[in-house]
């Protein structure tokens, strides 16, 4: 919360996308024990379980609301399930009368129960460490919405390119629905909000402001009027060279850093010390302790501990050995202490 707020830091955060997850066997004891991902998502005692579980395990600086992005179009009426090495399928809206027939969250059992477990996870941890709600990005929970499942989003994008009336509509629907459901997170005690816009760099230049950097913008707006002291992390996965755009449309608090786009470049080019979050590629983590610790400190010399919240490029691969990550946090936390200044 320092970092987000540009208090000075000299031990920089550290958290885990996809912390909570199949890579750590007391996920995949109480997974087994709810039945299904989806009936875990929504049991509030077992997903606050599961929030807090990396935290016993581990230094690190935040727990995420254990939930799905695809909460919002389910409690917006269409059907979802996840099937085990498939992913997600999600009900389709393909045209205007799809879009109107879609619902409105509040008040649905959706979101009082994932209500229901930020409360609890909330009273599960420390004081000192952060609880984050999310939600997905409207384009990328559009993306599931128009497709059905995970593709390459052809059929999405080529709507985008037509700028479909109802698309348009569609997004503006999914702009006000995160914002009531992200506020509603916060009213039940988160202190922080990430959107995931996971697909925003399948979009390109003129498609990419109209749908990923307009209604994050329009996101942020509207959450800053209602939650002034509430910080916005932005993770538009992909935006490459145009996440300075992003920054400056938004005045979000932290923009979230892919893999693939280098931190040292991003540090010295998205301007006025945004604070930046990321970008440790998750299959280094795969190469084991020794591979994970350098290459985690070497992300770590590239910005300086005030402007940075570690993190990984995107969420923690399945085989990943828990140890890992411990290492991975270890060497971060050294490399910050030799380098604090007096
Ligand atoms: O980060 C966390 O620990 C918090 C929980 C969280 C999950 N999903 C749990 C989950 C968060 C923040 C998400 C976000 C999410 N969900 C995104 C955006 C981030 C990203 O990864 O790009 C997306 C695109 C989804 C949609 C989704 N959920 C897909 C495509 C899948 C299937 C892929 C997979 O990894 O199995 C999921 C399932 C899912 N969401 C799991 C978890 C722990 C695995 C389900 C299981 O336990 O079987």
């Not at 885990?16 to 024990?33: I, S």
């Not at 254990?66 to 917006?76: K, S």
């Not at 400190?297 to 923690?316: C, D, M, Q, T």
Request: glycine fraction near 8%; charged fraction near 25%.
């Amino acid at each position: 919360m320092d970092v987000l707020r540009c208090s000075p830091v000299t031990r920089r955060p550290i958290w885990f996308m996809r912390q909570a997850g199949r890579y750590l066997p007391e996920y995949r004891k109480v997974r087994e024990q709810a039945g299904s991902f989806l009936e875990l998502c929504y049991n509030p005692a077992a997903a606050a379980e599961v929030t807090v579980q990396p935290l016993r395990r581990f230094d690190i600086d935040a727990a995420i609301l254990f939930a799905d992005i695809l909460v919002v179009p389910h409690a917006m009426g269409l059907d979802l399930r996840f099937e085990d090495g498939e992913g997600p399928l999600l009900g389709t809206v393909r045209d205007v009368q799809e879009v109107n027939a879609l619902k409105q969250l509040e008040n649905s059992w959706q979101l009082k129960s994932i209500c229901e477990t930020v409360a609890l996870a909330s009273e599960g941890i420390a004081k000192h460490v952060a609880m984050i709600g999310f939600c997905g990005g409207p384009w990328t929970v559009a993306c599931y919405m128009i497709e059905g499942k995970s593709s390459d989003w052809q059929f999405a994008k080529l709507v985008a390119y037509r700028r479909e009336s109802w698309f348009i509509r569609l997004i503006e629907r999914l702009v006000e629905e995160s914002v009531e459901y992200l506020s509603a997170q916060i009213d039940a005690g988160v202190e922080v909000v990430q959107v995931f816009d996971s697909w925003a760099g399948e979009l390109t230049g003129r498609l990419r402001r109209e749908f990923v950097i307009a209604p994050l913008s329009e996101m942020t707006r509207r959450l800053h009027e209602r939650h002034p002291n509430v910080p916005i992390i932005l993770f538009a996965k992909g935006l490459g060279t145009d996440h300075g755009t992003l920054a400056e449309a938004s005045k979000c608090a932290a923009l979230g850093i892919e893999a693939e786009l280098s931190m040292s470049w991003a540090a010295g080019n998205i301007g006025h010390e945004m604070v930046l979050q990321g970008n440790l590629d998750p299959i280094s983590l795969l190469g084991g302790e020794q591979i994970a610790a350098s290459e985690a400190v070497e992300l770590a010399k590239a910005i300086p501990s005030y402007r940075h919240i570690f993190n990984l490029g995107h969420g923690i691969k399945v085989g990943t050995a828990p140890e890992t990550i411990g290492a991975v946090v270890e060497a971060v936390r050294n490399w910050d202490r030799a380098h604090a200044s007096p």
